[in-house]
């Protein structure tokens, strides 16, 4: 597959989807979130892909949705055309997902990262839903998520001043799950892709659905989800594998 937005590749059953629109700072266009979709699509339904990251180049992972781009729009066309929408594929995706964010991660370059499993960034990045200053507000769920995973305060900060927030901020607040020097963050991100792509899938699948879980239910419905997701792991011979290969003191090799 060619593409002109991003490029992509294949490795050790992690796929590496990397945005490049290099003369717009990674905008995200509508090129762009179609290529998107056909990889991750495409991804998700091959069994050999068990991790996937998404990065940026190392100055920018993406500074928000393409503004030239939305010019334009009208209300009802934005409305009929369910616009941006196709970008949820990264949310909605089953295989695991990493972001590696260096440099701006801004507007829809945020939501995109935080749609993702965790995100791991670079010192330089730089996160920030700065749509308060153009007139208008996040679309991708940064009102939303960002609330979540860092809190009301720090989030109407950032959509109401529209401010960066840096990467030792962005760790203290629990938006990012390591800080990483520049050089290394790819490859690191591409280290633990390729970790939990050896661990096995069914055990990943439920460990990711159960976190999420906890995004959505309360207490109580959340522990039930996640109990129930542990005794069906006992139906599993990667279970009874990973187990046995404790005891008698070998690696485990999971079947998927
Ligand atoms: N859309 C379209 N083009 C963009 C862009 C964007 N979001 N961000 C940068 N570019 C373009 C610039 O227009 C410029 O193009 P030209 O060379 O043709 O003029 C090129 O990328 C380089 O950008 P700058 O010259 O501005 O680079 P800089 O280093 O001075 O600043 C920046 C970098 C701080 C990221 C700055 O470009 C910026 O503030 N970008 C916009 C960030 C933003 O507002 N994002 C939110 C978008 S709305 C959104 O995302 C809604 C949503 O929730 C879905």
């Not at 995200?28 to 990065?55: F, G, H, K, P, Y």
């Not at 009802?76 to 970008?87: E, H, I, R, S, T």
Request: hydrophobic share 45%; aromatic share 6%; with cysteine.
């Amino acid at each position: 597959m060619t593409f002109n937005t991003i490029t992509t590749c294949i490795e050790d059953n992690v796929g590496t989807l990397t945005l490049h629109r290099p003369e717009a700072m990674n905008a995200l266009n509508q090129e762009m979130m179609r290529e998107v979709l056909q990889v991750i699509t495409a991804w998700d339904s091959d069994a050999t892909v068990r991790a996937i990251v998404l990065t940026g180049s190392d100055k920018v992972f993406a500074a928000g949705a393409d503004i030239k781009e939305m010019l334009n729009v009208e209300y009802l066309d934005a409305l009929q055309a369910n616009f941006l929408n196709d970008w949820t594929c990264i949310a909605n995706c089953r295989t695991p997902t990493v972001a590696a964010v260096a440099g701006y991660a801004l507007g829809g370059g945020c939501e995109i990262a935080m749609m993702c499993d965790f995100i791991l960034c670079a010192e330089n990045a730089q996160f920030g839903q700065p749509e308060v200053r153009i007139g208008t507000m996040p679309g991708l769920g940064g009102t939303q998520r960002l609330t979540r995973q860092i809190g009301k305060a720090k989030a109407m900060d950032l959509c109401l001043t529209g401010r960066m927030m840096g990467a030792l901020e962005a760790e203290r607040s629990g938006l990012v799950a390591r800080v990483l020097p520049c050089s290394e963050l790819l490859i690191e991100a591409r280290k633990v892709a390729r970790q939990i792509a050896s661990y096995s899938a069914p055990a990943v699948l439920l460990n990711r659905e159960s976190v999420n879980a906890a995004m959505n239910t309360t207490l109580t419905q959340g522990l039930a989800i996640e109990r129930h997701a542990f005794y069906s792991l006992f139906g599993s011979v990667d279970q009874q594998e990973g187990m046995s290969a404790f005891s008698d003191k070998r690696q485990p090799e999971f079947s998927h």
